[in-house]
DNA sequence: AGTTGAGTTCTACAAAACGTAGAAGATCTG
DNA sequence: CAGATCTTCTACGTTTTGTAGAACTCAACT
């Protein structure tokens, strides 16, 4: 249960963007205006989206333990339990771990990062 | 269409532990012998699928570009495209490339591997 | 060359995940 | 308490995956 759909994206999206934590209308809106960017790459249109719509989402996504709610408040508030870098590099791990010969993964991965990424991880690796 | 299903994940796990290009009956007998392994974890039975369920998932996971067949021998001989170490480094690639802050999740993830991995990740940074 | 049998492709259907939202129930505000 | 707002329940259409029968193809055998 690790892959999400476009919508479940696009919702987890808006939640790391914003720091605050946003109410299902508030979601909603910002949906809505998916930027009509300037150049192509498809770009979704400001499709208006009924508010249980993004509520259904959200749901889901609390179930999967990506997003947690303040269930005081009124208009419950949403938020990513972790923030986006942390649940990449969880993904990461977690595609990492099921492979038998991790080390290997490894050298084909560092052998595609760009030159300034292996100086970061250089730089990472090295005080320790 | 980066996930795989849990039949199509076995079927690349037999294509990926044998060396040579197999058959799709090949391939159904070894499906039927999964690991009534030891210990628990579920481990699928050694349910007897149909041939055809096997070569429709094969056609699937060709279309998908994971595998590839030789259509000219008779019964077509079916084998992963890449390896899969390749394969899962491919799919870190793939997770990292959709993050904005590449670096920070690369230090994130490098937070949290073990210091036998952090010691081959030097070497392999090391030379240039 | 016609029959046979293994192999492949076509087509189909059920289950799960995801997108989408109406209807009904709960809650706050005035 | 009435009305507006919000949440939960329920539902249905689409896509993906698991599963396989029916029909078609092709090489070998007689």
Do not use: C
Not at 83 to 101: F, I, K, N, Q, W
Not at 103 to 120: D, M, Q
């Amino acid at each position: 249960m690790a892959s999400l759909g476009e919508l479940e994206r696009a919702v987890m999206d808006l939640l790391w963007a914003g720091q605050e934590a946003a109410t299902a209308n508030t979601l909603r809106d910002r949906l809505a205006q998916t930027s009509a960017g300037q150049d192509g790459a498809a770009g979704h249109e400001g499709k208006e989206l009924a508010v249980t719509t993004v509520l259904t989402v959200l749901s889901r996504l609390e179930k999967k333990g990506l997003v947690e709610r303040e269930r005081g408040t009124r208009p419950h508030r949403y938020q990513a339990v972790s923030s986006r870098e942390d649940h990449t590099a969880e993904l990461m791990h977690e595609v990492l771990g099921s492979a038998p010969d991790r080390e290997a993964v490894l050298a084909r991965f560092i052998g595609s990062v760009s030159e300034g990424e292996a100086e970061t991880l250089r730089k990472l690796l090295g005080h320790l």
